[in-house]
C-alpha cells in the first residue's frame, strides 16, 4: 500500500475564485497508517481543500507532494492513479445498478476495459467485501440498500482501486450510533494495512473516539494541528470557532402555564410512550443519536409524519395533528433540519419567503395586499437582526446565519404558539448562532413554546433548561439540566439509560 | 411619468423585447403591405385566431410554472368541446342550450384536469408522462364518442362566439381578454397564486412551509383543464364544428409561446404579460407569412427554429450571468 | 432462493407476459385461428417499424433523456432520400440506405448538441427539433406521395423469409426487413449488458453526476445515443417507405405517443436508469396485439385510440407506483 512515510503533504497551498479566497494557505501532511481528522466550521475551505488534492481543482499557489514526490499538476486521473479517493457526502453511487456493478465499475472504468465482465464484476465486488467485513448481496440494486451499505459500497469501491489515501467527507451524518462504530471498524481495520486516511467532521465526540491527529481549519487556513491528545474541548472551540466558549446559560423562572402536555405520543417503528409538559419560559431540548427517533418526534407534531396514538394538548385544548395542514391550523411552526432544500426558497425574494407561510393573512377584498408584505418582512428583518439591504433581495444573497433568521421569522410571522426547531444553528456563524439563541429565550419568555432538537450538546446545555434523550425510539424522560456538564450529558447519551 | 418609468422598471426585459418586436412587425409591414395587413379584415382575422390558443397557452404556463408541463390541453380542448357540442345538439340548440354545452364543455375540461393532477400529485407520475397519455386517452375518447368524422350541426348563434364582434371588437377576443385578466388576478392576488408559485420554485420547502402540494397540483391542472375546454369552445364556434383532431399543431405553438414569454420549463417562475405579448408576436408573424403568400409549412419550421433559438438565447445568457 | 424466484416473477417483463398470455387466450377464445402462424407472421410485421423506433427510443430514455423528434428526423431523412434517388435516378438501396442513414445522423447530432452541450431539456430540444424537421420538409421538399419508388429497393420489400399458406389458402410472407429490428435488437442486448458503453448509458440515467465522477465521458455517451437514435430513426423510415410501397412525407408522424408508450409498457422508466431490451419487445409485442386484434375483441376500431391511451395509464401508472413502492420500501 503506503509506501513512503509521509502519503501526502501540502505547502502553504492557496486556492483563488477571482477575488473569493477560498483557502490562504493550508500545509497539511498525512502519514501513512494514520487517521487524520479535518475539522472546520461551514465555509472554512474544508470542501475547497478536498477538491484540490482530488485534482478537481488546481491550487492557486503552494506545493504538493505525494509520497515524497512534487507533484506540478494534479489532475482528477492522476489523483485516483496515484491512489487518492474520496468518498463524497452523497457517495455518488449509482441507484441504478447492481452493488457489484458498482464496487467494479470505477476500476474498469481506470483500466480502461471496453467490456463489462460480470463475473469478475462479481467476485471483486465480493473480495471487497470480504475486506472491509460489509455483507450485502452483490446483486441487489442500490437504490434498495441504506445509507450505511451505500456508504460500504462507496468505500469497497475506493479500496479496490489500490487507494493508498481515503478521504471521508463527513461520513457520519446520515448514520446511526451502531452504524459508526460498524464505520470505525472498518476504518480502523484499514489503518492498520496502512492507509492513510483523512476524515472531515466537525463533531468531537466522534472525532475524540477515531482521529490519531487532528487539524483545524478556519477561514482558509489551518489554525492547529496536532495529536488528538493535545486538544481539550475549550481548546478545539476556540480554534473551530475563533471564540472562547460562551458560558451564559439559559435557566429561565418558574411558571405555571402549561403550553404543550403530550402524553403516550406513539408512532410504531418512530418513537413510543412520548410524555412531556412544556410550562411557559421552558426551552425544551431534544436528543438523541440518529436514528433514535429524536427528528421524527418534530416531524410528528408538525404533521408530516403523524403519530399514531397519544394525546396533544395545546394552550389547555386537547389537539389531533392528522397533517401538515392541522399543525398549521393549530399554530405549530417547524424549522427543518435542511435549511436549504426544506427551509428555503432560494429564488425567491427574502418577502416572498417571509410570508410563505403565512400568505392568506394579507388577502384583502381585492386580493393580495404585496405592499403590507412588504413592510412586514422589512419590520422583521430589522427585529430578528437580519443583515439584508433590503425585503426584495433574493435568499440566495444571504449567510447561512441570516438565512435562517428568516426562516423562524417566517413561522413567527404565524403568530406560533409552539415553534420545534430541529438543528436550529447547523451552519450557522457564532455570532448570527448567538442572536438565534437570544431570539429562542425570548419567545420562551413571552409564552410560546420552543422546542430545539438537536445533536449539538453544547447548545442544548446552555438553551434548554429541560432535557428528552431519546434512544431507540424510548425517551428518557424529562430531565432538568440545571448545571449538568457537556461530560455528564455525552454519558447519558451513550448509556443505557 | 413616475408611474410610466416604475412601470417599465418592473417590467421584465423579455416582454419588453417582445413588445419591441411587435411593433417592428407592425411597422415593417405597415411599410411593405399597409393595404392588407393593417385592414380591418387582417385585424379582425387575427383577433379570431390567436384566443384560440393563447388562452391554451395560459393553461400551459400555469403547468409549467408549477413545475410541470401539460401536453394534453389540446386533447381536452377537443373531447370538451365535441361534449359540449353533444349537449347543444341533443337539447335543441337554443340560447339556453347553448349555456348547457358551454357549462357541460366546462365540467368535462375540469374532470380531465383533475384527472392529470390526481396522477401527478398523488401517484406521482412524472407531467411529462401523464400528459403525453392524456392527449392519447382525451383525443381517444373524442374519437370514440364522435367516431372519427367532424360534429356538425351546432346552432347558427353559436358560431358567433368566436366570428362575431362586439362594437367592432371580435367577441374572441374579449373572451382572451378577460380570461387573461382572471389568469393574471389568481396568480397575482390569490393565496391559490402564490403558492403554484412557491410549489414550482421548491416542491419540498412549500410541504414545509405548509403549503398543500397535492391540493395546489390538482387545482393548477384543473384551471389548465378549464382553460383547455374555453379554448375547445372558441374552436369549436370558430370551425362550427368539434373533431377529436383539431388544433394538433397547438401543442407545439403553446410550449412555444410559453417559453417565448419568459416561463421556465424548471417551473416557479412565468408572467402572464409575457405569454400575452407572445402570442401577439407569434399571431403577428403568422399573419405576416399570410400576407406575404409564404407557404404555411414554413410557420412549422420557423416556430421550431424560434423555440430552440430562444431556449439556446436563455440559457446562454444564464450561463454567462453565473460567471 | 425462494426469494429470488419470487422476485422473477414479479419482475415488469414478467408481467407483461401476464398481460400478453391473458390477451391471447381471450382472443384465441374468441377466434381459435389466431393462435397460429399467421398471426405471428402479421404481428411481426406490424410490429416492425415499431421495434426499430422502440429500441432507440429505450437506449434514449435509460440515459436519462426523451427524443420526440425521431418520427420528423425519419420522415426528413427517408422524403429526401428518396426525392433525391429519383431525381438522380440512383438505384442503388445501399446508397439510400447510406444517405438516410447519414441525415439521421445529422439530426441526432443537432439533438445530442442541445441536449448535452447546451443543456436544453430532452423534451424540448427535440420536439423543437421534430418541428424544423417537419416544417422543412413540408415546406421546401413538397407534400406529394411519392409511389414510383426505384425498382431494386422496391424488390426488398418482395423478399421473404417464411412463406405460409394456411388452409383457406391465403398466403402470409414474413419480409426479410425484419432482419433489420432483429439485428438492431441483438446488437442492442450486447452493447447495453457487456459494453462499458451500455453500462454508461445506465450509469449517466442514473447519476449524472456520480457518472463524472467514476470517469464517465457523460457528454460523449450522450452524443453516442442521440446520433444512433437519429441514425436508426432515417433506417426506421427508409424501412416503413420500402415496406409500404410509397413514401408520404408526413406517415409516421405522430407514432412518438405509440413508441414511448410501448418503452414504457416495457418496464423502462420514464425518469431514466432502468429499463432492458427483453422488455421493451415485449412492450411494443403488447400494443401491436391490441392494436391489431381490437375488432376482434369486439371492439370499434374508432374506439383503439382510446383503448392505447388507457393501456398506456395504467402501464406508467403500474410501473411508476412501482418504483414508488421500491422507494419507500425498508432499506436492507
Not at chain 1, 397519544?310 to 389531533?320: D, R, V
Not at chain 2, 375540469?110 to 383525443?139: D, E, H, K, S, W
Not at chain 3, 438505384?91 to 447530432?109: C, K, N, Q, R, T
Given at each position: 500500500m503506503c509506501m513512503a512515510d509521509t502519503f501526502l503533504k501540502l505547502d502553504h497551498v492557496k486556492k483563488y475564485f477571482g477575488g473569493v479566497k477560498a483557502l490562504k494557505g493550508v500545509s497539511l501532511e498525512v502519514k501513512c497508517g494514520e487517521i487524520h481528522c479535518l475539522a472546520g466550521e461551514n465555509g472554512c475551505g474544508k470542501s475547497t481543500l478536498i477538491k484540490v488534492i482530488s485534482g478537481a481543482h488546481n491550487a492557486t499557489e503552494g506545493e504538493i507532494y505525494i509520497e515524497g514526490k512534487r507533484i506540478d499538476k494534479l489532475t482528477p486521473i492522476d489523483s485516483i492513479r496515484m491512489g487518492i479517493q474520496v468518498i463524497y457526502q452523497d457517495f455518488a453511487v449509482f441507484p441504478n445498478l447492481s452493488v457489484a456493478e458498482n464496487i467494479a465499475m470505477n476500476h474498469a472504468l481506470m483500466t480502461g476495459a471496453k467490456k463489462m465482465k460480470w463475473k469478475e464484476a462479481r467476485e471483486l465486488a465480493l473480495h471487497a467485501m470480504e475486506q472491509i467485513g460489509a455483507h450485502m448481496d452483490p446483486d441487489i440494486l442500490v437504490e434498495r440498500l441504506s445509507v450505511a451499505n451505500k456508504q460500504m459500497v462507496a468505500i469497497c469501491r475506493a479500496i479496490i482501486n489500490d487507494a493508498k489515501l481515503l478521504i471521508l467527507d463527513e461520513p457520519t451524518t446520515a448514520l446511526t450510533a451502531n452504524e459508526v462504530e460498524k464505520l470505525n471498524i472498518i476504518i480502523r481495520n484499514l489503518k492498520e494495512k496502512g492507509m492513510a486516511i483523512v476524515i472531515v467532521n466537525h463533531k468531537l465526540d466522534e472525532i475524540y473516539r477515531i482521529a490519531d491527529r487532528l487539524t483545524i481549519l478556519r477561514n482558509g487556513e489551518n489554525v492547529a494541528t496536532g495529536m488528538i491528545e493535545e486538544f481539550d474541548r475549550a481548546r478545539f472551540v476556540k480554534c473551530l470557532t475563533g471564540h472562547e466558549v460562551a458560558d451564559d446559560i439559559y435557566r429561565p423562572e418558574y411558571f405555571e402555564e402549561e403550553i404543550v402536555k403530550v402524553e403516550n405520543l406513539t408512532k410504531k417503528g418512530a418513537f413510543e410512550n412520548v410524555n412531556f409538559t412544556l410550562r411557559k419560559g421552558d426551552v425544551l431540548g431534544i436528543t438523541g443519536l440518529l436514528g433514535s427517533g429524536r427528528g421524527e418526534i418534530g416531524d410528528a407534531l408538525f404533521g408530516l409524519a403523524p403519530a399514531e396514538t397519544g394525546t396533544i394538548t395545546l394552550n389547555g385544548k386537547k389537539i389531533e395533528i392528522r397533517s401538515v395542514q392541522d399543525a398549521m391550523k393549530y399554530k405549530i411552526g417547524y424549522v427543518p433540519e435542511d435549511r436549504l432544500t426544506q427551509g428555503l426558497f432560494m429564488d425567491r425574494s427574502i418577502c416572498q419567503n417571509t410570508v410563505a407561510a403565512s400568505i392568506g393573512r394579507y388577502m384583502e377584498k381585492t386580493g393580495l395586499d404585496h405592499k403590507k408584505m412588504k413592510e412586514v418582512t422589512w419590520q422583521w428583518i430589522k427585529t430578528i437582526g437580519c443583515a439584508a439591504s433590503?425585503?426584495?433581495?433574493?435568499?440566495?444573497?444571504?449567510?447561512?446565519?441570516?438565512?435562517?433568521?428568516?426562516?423562524?421569522?417566517?413561522?413567527?410571522?404565524?403568530?406560533?404558539?409552539?415553534?420545534?426547531?430541529?438543528?436550529?444553528?447547523?451552519?450557522?456563524?457564532?455570532?448570527?448562532?448567538?442572536?438565534?439563541?437570544?431570539?429562542?429565550?425570548?419567545?420562551?419568555k413571552k409564552g410560546i413554546g420552543i422546542m430545539i432538537i438537536s445533536d449539538d450538546l453544547n447548545e442544548l446545555i446552555h438553551n434548554c433548561n429541560k432535557l428528552i434523550i431519546m434512544k431507540n425510539g424510548q425517551t428518557s424522560g424529562i430531565i432538568e439540566t440545571g448545571d449538568m456538564s457537556e461530560a455528564e450529558l455525552t454519558g447519558l447519551l451513550n448509556s443505557g439509560m | 411619468m413616475e408611474k410610466s418609468k416604475k412601470f417599465f422598471k418592473e417590467a421584465d426585459k423579455n416582454t419588453l423585447a417582445l413588445f419591441g418586436i411587435a411593433l417592428l412587425i407592425f411597422a415593417l409591414m405597415g411599410i411593405f403591405a399597409p393595404g392588407s395587413f393593417l385592414g380591418i379584415a387582417n385585424l379582425q382575422g387575427m383577433c379570431i385566431q390567436f384566443p384560440e390558443y393563447g388562452i391554451l397557452a395560459l393553461g400551459m404556463m400555469l403547468a409549467m410554472i408549477s413545475g410541470g408541463i401539460d401536453l394534453s390541453l389540446v386533447g381536452i380542448a377537443n373531447f370538451s368541446s365535441i361534449i359540449g357540442s353533444i349537449v347543444m345538439i341533443k337539447t335543441g340548440g337554443s340560447g339556453t342550450s347553448i349555456?348547457?354545452?358551454?357549462?357541460?364543455?366546462?365540467?368535462?375540461?375540469?374532470?380531465?384536469?383533475?384527472?392529470?393532477?390526481?396522477?401527478?400529485?398523488?401517484?406521482r407520475i412524472p407531467a411529462m408522462l401523464v400528459t403525453l397519455c392524456g392527449l392519447q386517452l382525451y383525443t381517444g375518447l373524442g374519437l370514440a364518442v364522435t367516431k372519427g368524422p367532424a360534429l356538425t350541426g351546432l346552432p347558427e348563434s353559436y358560431s358567433l362566439l368566436a366570428n362575431g364582434a362586439f362594437f367592432g371588437i371580435p367577441i374572441a377576443l374579449l373572451i382572451f381578454i378577460m380570461v387573461f385578466l382572471i389568469v393574471a388576478y389568481i396568480l397575482r392576488a390569490t393565496v391559490y397564486g402564490q403558492h403554484v408559485l412557491y410549489m414550482g420554485t421548491n416542491d419540498i420547502a412549500s410541504k414545509y412551509s405548509g403549503i398543500h402540494n397535492l391540493k395546489i397540483t390538482i387545482t393548477t391542472y384543473l384551471i389548465g383543464g378549464m382553460l383547455g375546454a374555453v379554448s375547445g369552445i372558441l374552436m369549436a364556434s370558430h370551425y362550427n364544428s368539434a373533431k377529436a383532431d383539431y388544433g394538433s399543431s397547438y401543442t407545439l405553438l403553446t410550449l412555444l409561446i410559453v417559453v417565448l414569454g419568459g416561463t421556465a420549463p424548471e417551473g416557479g417562475k412565468g408572467k402572464v404579460a409575457g405569454v400575452a405579448m407572445a402570442v401577439i408576436v407569434l399571431q403577428l408573424v403568422s399573419s405576416a407569412f399570410n400576407i406575404l403568400r409564404v407557404n404555411s409549412f414554413v410557420k412549422t419550421f420557423v416556430w421550431g427554429l424560434l423555440l430552440l433559438a430562444i431556449m439556446i438565447i436563455t440559457k446562454v445568457v444564464e450561463s454567462k450571468k453565473k460567471e | 432462493m425462494n426469494k429470488k424466484v419470487k422476485q422473477i416473477l414479479t419482475t415488469n417483463e414478467i408481467i407483461v407476459v401476464y398481460i400478453i398470455i391473458a390477451l391471447c387466450i381471450l382472443i384465441g377464445i374468441v377466434n381459435p385461428v389466431f393462435l397460429g402462424m399467421s398471426t405471428a407472421i402479421t404481428l411481426s410485421r406490424a410490429m416492425l417499424i415499431t421495434l426499430i423506433f422502440a429500441i432507440c427510443e429505450m437506449v434514449v430514455i435509460i440515459s436519462g433523456g426523451i427524443d420526440v423528434s425521431f418520427p420528423a428526423v425519419a420522415c426528413i431523412a427517408m422524403y429526401s432520400t428518396i426525392r433525391f434517388v429519383i431525381a438522380f435516378g440512383i438505384e442503388s438501396p445501399i446508397f439510400a440506405y447510406g444517405m438516410v442513414a447519414l441525415i439521421g445522423l445529422a439530426f441526432g447530432a443537432l439533438n445530442a448538441y442541445l441536449i448535452a452541450k447546451i443543456k436544453l431539456p430532452p423534451l424540448i430540444a427535440t420536439l423543437g427539433v421534430s418541428s424544423v424537421a417537419n416544417g422543412a420538409t413540408l415546406a421546401f421538399l413538397g407534400t406529394k406521395e411519392i409511389s414510383n419508388i426505384p425498382e431494386k429497393m422496391d424488390a426488398l420489400s418482395k423478399v421473404f423469409l417464411i412463406s405460409y399458406t394456411n388452409s383457406q389458402g391465403i398466403t402470409y410472407q414474413l419480409t426479410a426487413l425484419i432482419l433489420i429490428p432483429v439485428s438492431m435488437i441483438i446488437v442492442a442486448y450486447y452493447v447495453l449488458k457487456y459494453t462499458m458503453l451500455g453500462r454508461g448509458i445506465y450509469a449517466i440515467g442514473g447519476d449524472k453526476n456520480a457518472a463524472r465522477i467514476a470517469g464517465f465521458n457523460v457528454t460523449r455517451i450522450q452524443f453516442i445515443v442521440y446520433m444512433s437514435s437519429g441514425l436508426f430513426a432515417g433506417i426506421g423510415g427508409l424501412t416503413y417507405t420500402i415496406l409500404m410501397r410509397q413514401a408520404s412525407p408526413q406517415s409516421l408522424m405522430g407514432s412518438e405517443m405509440m413508441v414511448i408508450a410501448a418503452v414504457v409498457v416495457g418496464g423502462t422508466r420514464i425518469t431514466g436508469g432502468h429499463g432492458t431490451v427483453i422488455g421493451t419487445i415485449l412492450g411494443v409485442l403488447l400494443i401491436a396485439i391490441v392494436q391489431n386484434n381490437l375488432i376482434m375483441l369486439g371492439i370499434p376500431t374508432h374506439f383503439q385510440t382510446f383503448v392505447v391511451g388507457l393501456i398506456i395509464v395504467i402501464g406508467t401508472s403500474i410501473t411508476s407506483l412501482r418504483a414508488k413502492k421500491i422507494a419507500n420500501s425498508a432499506k436492507v
Amino acid at each position: 500500500m503506503c509506501m513512503a512515510d509521509t502519503f501526502l503533504k501540502l505547502d502553504h497551498v492557496k486556492k483563488y475564485f477571482g477575488g473569493v479566497k477560498a483557502l490562504k494557505g493550508v500545509s497539511l501532511e498525512v502519514k501513512c497508517g494514520e487517521i487524520h481528522c479535518l475539522a472546520g466550521e461551514n465555509g472554512c475551505g474544508k470542501s475547497t481543500l478536498i477538491k484540490v488534492i482530488s485534482g478537481a481543482h488546481n491550487a492557486t499557489e503552494g506545493e504538493i507532494y505525494i509520497e515524497g514526490k512534487r507533484i506540478d499538476k494534479l489532475t482528477p486521473i492522476d489523483s485516483i492513479r496515484m491512489g487518492i479517493q474520496v468518498i463524497y457526502q452523497d457517495f455518488a453511487v449509482f441507484p441504478n445498478l447492481s452493488v457489484a456493478e458498482n464496487i467494479a465499475m470505477n476500476h474498469a472504468l481506470m483500466t480502461g476495459a471496453k467490456k463489462m465482465k460480470w463475473k469478475e464484476a462479481r467476485e471483486l465486488a465480493l473480495h471487497a467485501m470480504e475486506q472491509i467485513g460489509a455483507h450485502m448481496d452483490p446483486d441487489i440494486l442500490v437504490e434498495r440498500l441504506s445509507v450505511a451499505n451505500k456508504q460500504m459500497v462507496a468505500i469497497c469501491r475506493a479500496i479496490i482501486n489500490d487507494a493508498k489515501l481515503l478521504i471521508l467527507d463527513e461520513p457520519t451524518t446520515a448514520l446511526t450510533a451502531n452504524e459508526v462504530e460498524k464505520l470505525n471498524i472498518i476504518i480502523r481495520n484499514l489503518k492498520e494495512k496502512g492507509m492513510a486516511i483523512v476524515i472531515v467532521n466537525h463533531k468531537l465526540d466522534e472525532i475524540y473516539r477515531i482521529a490519531d491527529r487532528l487539524t483545524i481549519l478556519r477561514n482558509g487556513e489551518n489554525v492547529a494541528t496536532g495529536m488528538i491528545e493535545e486538544f481539550d474541548r475549550a481548546r478545539f472551540v476556540k480554534c473551530l470557532t475563533g471564540h472562547e466558549v460562551a458560558d451564559d446559560i439559559y435557566r429561565p423562572e418558574y411558571f405555571e402555564e402549561e403550553i404543550v402536555k403530550v402524553e403516550n405520543l406513539t408512532k410504531k417503528g418512530a418513537f413510543e410512550n412520548v410524555n412531556f409538559t412544556l410550562r411557559k419560559g421552558d426551552v425544551l431540548g431534544i436528543t438523541g443519536l440518529l436514528g433514535s427517533g429524536r427528528g421524527e418526534i418534530g416531524d410528528a407534531l408538525f404533521g408530516l409524519a403523524p403519530a399514531e396514538t397519544g394525546t396533544i394538548t395545546l394552550n389547555g385544548k386537547k389537539i389531533e395533528i392528522r397533517s401538515v395542514q392541522d399543525a398549521m391550523k393549530y399554530k405549530i411552526g417547524y424549522v427543518p433540519e435542511d435549511r436549504l432544500t426544506q427551509g428555503l426558497f432560494m429564488d425567491r425574494s427574502i418577502c416572498q419567503n417571509t410570508v410563505a407561510a403565512s400568505i392568506g393573512r394579507y388577502m384583502e377584498k381585492t386580493g393580495l395586499d404585496h405592499k403590507k408584505m412588504k413592510e412586514v418582512t422589512w419590520q422583521w428583518i430589522k427585529t430578528i437582526g437580519c443583515a439584508a439591504s433590503s425585503s426584495e433581495a433574493m435568499m440566495r444573497t444571504l449567510s447561512g446565519g441570516n438565512a435562517q433568521k428568516m426562516v423562524i421569522a417566517k413561522w413567527l410571522n404565524t403568530e406560533p404558539s409552539l415553534l420545534i426547531l430541529n438543528g436550529p444553528t447547523v451552519g450557522v456563524d457564532v455570532g448570527s448562532k448567538a442572536d438565534i439563541h437570544t431570539i429562542l429565550h425570548e419567545l420562551a419568555k413571552k409564552g410560546i413554546g420552543i422546542m430545539i432538537i438537536s445533536d449539538d450538546l453544547n447548545e442544548l446545555i446552555h438553551n434548554c433548561n429541560k432535557l428528552i434523550i431519546m434512544k431507540n425510539g424510548q425517551t428518557s424522560g424529562i430531565i432538568e439540566t440545571g448545571d449538568m456538564s457537556e461530560a455528564e450529558l455525552t454519558g447519558l447519551l451513550n448509556s443505557g439509560m | 411619468m413616475e408611474k410610466s418609468k416604475k412601470f417599465f422598471k418592473e417590467a421584465d426585459k423579455n416582454t419588453l423585447a417582445l413588445f419591441g418586436i411587435a411593433l417592428l412587425i407592425f411597422a415593417l409591414m405597415g411599410i411593405f403591405a399597409p393595404g392588407s395587413f393593417l385592414g380591418i379584415a387582417n385585424l379582425q382575422g387575427m383577433c379570431i385566431q390567436f384566443p384560440e390558443y393563447g388562452i391554451l397557452a395560459l393553461g400551459m404556463m400555469l403547468a409549467m410554472i408549477s413545475g410541470g408541463i401539460d401536453l394534453s390541453l389540446v386533447g381536452i380542448a377537443n373531447f370538451s368541446s365535441i361534449i359540449g357540442s353533444i349537449v347543444m345538439i341533443k337539447t335543441g340548440g337554443s340560447g339556453t342550450s347553448i349555456l348547457l354545452g358551454i357549462g357541460a364543455a366546462l365540467i368535462v375540461g375540469a374532470l380531465c384536469g383533475t384527472f392529470n393532477g390526481f396522477l401527478i400529485g398523488y401517484l406521482r407520475i412524472p407531467a411529462m408522462l401523464v400528459t403525453l397519455c392524456g392527449l392519447q386517452l382525451y383525443t381517444g375518447l373524442g374519437l370514440a364518442v364522435t367516431k372519427g368524422p367532424a360534429l356538425t350541426g351546432l346552432p347558427e348563434s353559436y358560431s358567433l362566439l368566436a366570428n362575431g364582434a362586439f362594437f367592432g371588437i371580435p367577441i374572441a377576443l374579449l373572451i382572451f381578454i378577460m380570461v387573461f385578466l382572471i389568469v393574471a388576478y389568481i396568480l397575482r392576488a390569490t393565496v391559490y397564486g402564490q403558492h403554484v408559485l412557491y410549489m414550482g420554485t421548491n416542491d419540498i420547502a412549500s410541504k414545509y412551509s405548509g403549503i398543500h402540494n397535492l391540493k395546489i397540483t390538482i387545482t393548477t391542472y384543473l384551471i389548465g383543464g378549464m382553460l383547455g375546454a374555453v379554448s375547445g369552445i372558441l374552436m369549436a364556434s370558430h370551425y362550427n364544428s368539434a373533431k377529436a383532431d383539431y388544433g394538433s399543431s397547438y401543442t407545439l405553438l403553446t410550449l412555444l409561446i410559453v417559453v417565448l414569454g419568459g416561463t421556465a420549463p424548471e417551473g416557479g417562475k412565468g408572467k402572464v404579460a409575457g405569454v400575452a405579448m407572445a402570442v401577439i408576436v407569434l399571431q403577428l408573424v403568422s399573419s405576416a407569412f399570410n400576407i406575404l403568400r409564404v407557404n404555411s409549412f414554413v410557420k412549422t419550421f420557423v416556430w421550431g427554429l424560434l423555440l430552440l433559438a430562444i431556449m439556446i438565447i436563455t440559457k446562454v445568457v444564464e450561463s454567462k450571468k453565473k460567471e | 432462493m425462494n426469494k429470488k424466484v419470487k422476485q422473477i416473477l414479479t419482475t415488469n417483463e414478467i408481467i407483461v407476459v401476464y398481460i400478453i398470455i391473458a390477451l391471447c387466450i381471450l382472443i384465441g377464445i374468441v377466434n381459435p385461428v389466431f393462435l397460429g402462424m399467421s398471426t405471428a407472421i402479421t404481428l411481426s410485421r406490424a410490429m416492425l417499424i415499431t421495434l426499430i423506433f422502440a429500441i432507440c427510443e429505450m437506449v434514449v430514455i435509460i440515459s436519462g433523456g426523451i427524443d420526440v423528434s425521431f418520427p420528423a428526423v425519419a420522415c426528413i431523412a427517408m422524403y429526401s432520400t428518396i426525392r433525391f434517388v429519383i431525381a438522380f435516378g440512383i438505384e442503388s438501396p445501399i446508397f439510400a440506405y447510406g444517405m438516410v442513414a447519414l441525415i439521421g445522423l445529422a439530426f441526432g447530432a443537432l439533438n445530442a448538441y442541445l441536449i448535452a452541450k447546451i443543456k436544453l431539456p430532452p423534451l424540448i430540444a427535440t420536439l423543437g427539433v421534430s418541428s424544423v424537421a417537419n416544417g422543412a420538409t413540408l415546406a421546401f421538399l413538397g407534400t406529394k406521395e411519392i409511389s414510383n419508388i426505384p425498382e431494386k429497393m422496391d424488390a426488398l420489400s418482395k423478399v421473404f423469409l417464411i412463406s405460409y399458406t394456411n388452409s383457406q389458402g391465403i398466403t402470409y410472407q414474413l419480409t426479410a426487413l425484419i432482419l433489420i429490428p432483429v439485428s438492431m435488437i441483438i446488437v442492442a442486448y450486447y452493447v447495453l449488458k457487456y459494453t462499458m458503453l451500455g453500462r454508461g448509458i445506465y450509469a449517466i440515467g442514473g447519476d449524472k453526476n456520480a457518472a463524472r465522477i467514476a470517469g464517465f465521458n457523460v457528454t460523449r455517451i450522450q452524443f453516442i445515443v442521440y446520433m444512433s437514435s437519429g441514425l436508426f430513426a432515417g433506417i426506421g423510415g427508409l424501412t416503413y417507405t420500402i415496406l409500404m410501397r410509397q413514401a408520404s412525407p408526413q406517415s409516421l408522424m405522430g407514432s412518438e405517443m405509440m413508441v414511448i408508450a410501448a418503452v414504457v409498457v416495457g418496464g423502462t422508466r420514464i425518469t431514466g436508469g432502468h429499463g432492458t431490451v427483453i422488455g421493451t419487445i415485449l412492450g411494443v409485442l403488447l400494443i401491436a396485439i391490441v392494436q391489431n386484434n381490437l375488432i376482434m375483441l369486439g371492439i370499434p376500431t374508432h374506439f383503439q385510440t382510446f383503448v392505447v391511451g388507457l393501456i398506456i395509464v395504467i402501464g406508467t401508472s403500474i410501473t411508476s407506483l412501482r418504483a414508488k413502492k421500491i422507494a419507500n420500501s425498508a432499506k436492507v
